[in-house]
């Protein structure tokens, strides 16, 4: 009996590893169909700011000091490892490089660091796959968690923010992570109870503890919002007992643990965050404060046909936006699964309990605490993506249980098919999109075509590489070109032998942007207004499902 749970133990752990292994081939396969964004130039310049505050005690900037350059860094690390290793075994590329300008080197640079960084990014975002796949396994049966890794990869938002995100991806991948580890440290606390007293040493209540905790602080490395999860556990923990009288034993005897937990945070924190060392108190302080406003950021953002001070949008705004960028099917199973925890609430084991809440806090105490607090929001719900692997656990967790429900073996393969269509329905819709899949709108919204002019589409700057590449094969040599939107994300891929001058429109007063060969803009703010060279007629687009993005007008006589 013993063999036969055994052996089914392992073919599910085999489910698991293929269905990662398949999301895997896939994203490997696709990785260098993305462009670069607006903000990965930034976020590279960050890792040089804080080595500079640690070699030569050089001041980091005020935007930069209270964003988490750990993920970039590794990243960065990753590059050095195999610059070194592909100069050491070709040689030819060195002359090359010589004849290089500085501006042209630096822009190589940018280049291959984000190559790399998009791998490095989407082999991370695996993680969150398995953890995904670890949290139904606990919560529904593991035979059936691999079904949790498909639904994941099916979150159009999800996937597409996974090869080039360079902050909101991988805090999402750490919290669910945080999620699934933390219900595991409480599953080995509650195996304790019966035990005797708690003592701190080299066992596996303090390691997990510890571990636990450098996981947190990692988090927060990433973003600061990844200290709540140090409160997260002890509410699991305490709403988990099936007594609450014993609230207050269950805290004191465990005190110790947590103690463990809450210093390797701050120990991990401050050693991640170089900004923090001169007064890591007053810093996080400001860190959390300055994040949770954002007031440095108060643009317009393009909601409901509007356009709206980023500080100045509805409560409902978010809400709006999972709304409308979730597949329906999957915010339908998520709700019935929150509903159907709280019904059957009791009959869970406490790991179990722990485990619901934890998704829970993921899920819905961040936005809430965002509406809140009137936090400053903008680009759709990236700055939420973190709740997706939540919502998708809570969607495949439901699905199981309906589908285990279900005895009749024809209603199953009925179920089963209309299930399987649905998510080819969204798998075609990600194709079309590809490799701009983070753009999606669901169907009830009306897709994309609904949401153009009406909400932000691609507002990242990914498909000016799709356009620049146009444009060497199509532009007069020597053209000029001006760019509304990252010019950056564009001048990369342009071609040095066709000697395009690139412009930044945004580097110019209102009313005296000069006249150029070609206009390249972003559907963004007023970049694609008719009032902008009405005179230069749209050549090309980059378009997905029937709908332009990056839109490009030709001003030559």
Not at 44 to 72: A, C
Not at 190 to 214: D, W
Not at 438 to 458: C, D, S, V
Request: proline share 4%; glycine share 4%; aromatic share 16%.
């Amino acid at each position: 009996m013993k063999a036969r749970v055994n052996q089914n133990i392992s073919k599910a752990y085999l489910k698991i590893l293929l269905a990662i292994a398949l999301v895997a081939a896939i994203g490997f396969s696709v990785v260098p169909h993305y462009g670069i964004t607006w903000d990965e130039p930034m976020e590279l310049d960050m890792v040089q700011w804080n080595l500079d505050f640690i070699k030569k005690g050089k001041p980091i900037s005020e935007h930069g000091r209270y964003h988490g350059f750990i993920f970039n860094y590794f990243s960065d690390v990753v590059y050095q490892a195999q610059d070194d290793i592909k100069q050491k075994l070709a040689t030819e590329n060195i002359t090359k490089e010589k004849q290089q300008t500085n501006w042209q080197k630096w822009l190589t640079s940018i280049r291959q660091k984000t190559a790399i960084k998009h791998i490095v990014t989407f082999a991370f975002s695996l993680l969150a796959y398995f953890s995904v796949a670890g949290i139904v396994s606990i919560l529904a049966d593991i035979n059936s968690a691999w079904f949790g890794v498909i639904i994941l990869a099916l979150f159009p938002r999800f996937w597409g923010h996974s090869f080039f995100n360079p902050k909101d991806l991988p805090f999402a991948t750490l919290f669910i992570a945080a999620t699934c580890a933390g219900t595991f440290v409480l599953n080995t606390y509650f195996k304790t109870e019966e035990k005797e007293a708690i003592r701190l040493g080299f066992n596996k209540v303090t390691i997990y503890s510890l571990l636990y905790g450098c996981l947190i602080g990692l988090t927060t490395g990433v973003r600061i919002g990844g200290f709540f999860l140090l409160f997260f556990l002890p509410i699991a923990h305490i709403l988990a007992q099936s007594d609450f009288k014993s609230i207050y034993k269950t805290l004191i005897r465990y005190s110790k643990l947590y103690l463990v937990i809450y210093l390797t945070w701050a120990i991990t924190t401050i050693t991640i965050y170089p900004a923090s060392w001169h007064n890591p108190i007053i810093w996080f302080w400001k860190a959390v404060n300055s994040l949770s406003k954002f007031s440095v950021w108060n643009n317009y953002v393009l909601f409901n046909g509007q356009q709206i001070l980023g500080r100045e949008l509805p409560w409902y705004y978010l809400p709006r936006w999972i709304s409308i960028t979730v597949p329906v099917l999957f915010q339908i199973s998520a709700l019935v699964g929150l509903i159907w925890i709280i019904s059957k609430y009791r009959q869970f084991t406490k790991t179990q309990r722990a485990c619901a809440i934890l998704v829970i806090l993921q899920i819905f105490f961040l936005p809430f605490l965002a509406i809140i607090r009137q936090s400053t929001m903008y680009d759709e719900m990236r700055h939420f993506i973190f709740i997706l692997p939540g919502i998708a656990v809570l969607a495949s967790t439901t699905i199981i249980w309906v589908y285990q429900k279900i005895m009749n073996r024809y209603i199953r393969i009925f179920m089963a098919t209309l299930l399987s269509l649905y998510c080819v329905a969204i798998l075609y819709d990600m194709i079309s999109l590809h490799p701009y899949e983070f753009i999606y709108f669901n169907r009830n919204y009306g897709g994309l075509k609904a949401a153009y002019h009406q909400q932000e589409t691609e507002y990242w700057g990914l498909s000016f590489k799709e356009a620049m590449e146009w444009l060497n094969q199509n532009a007069e040599p020597n053209s000029t070109i001006l760019i509304a939107g990252p010019w950056i994300a564009a001048e990369i891929y342009a071609d040095p032998s066709r000697n395009f001058t690139i412009m930044n429109r945004d580097e110019f007063p209102w009313g005296k942007v000069p006249n150029p060969d070609y206009y390249m803009a972003l559907p963004r703010y007023d970049y694609q207004s008719s009032s902008f060279f009405p005179e230069c007629p749209i050549i090309y687009s980059v378009t997905r499902q029937d709908t332009p993005l990056t839109t490009i007008r030709n001003c030559l006589k």
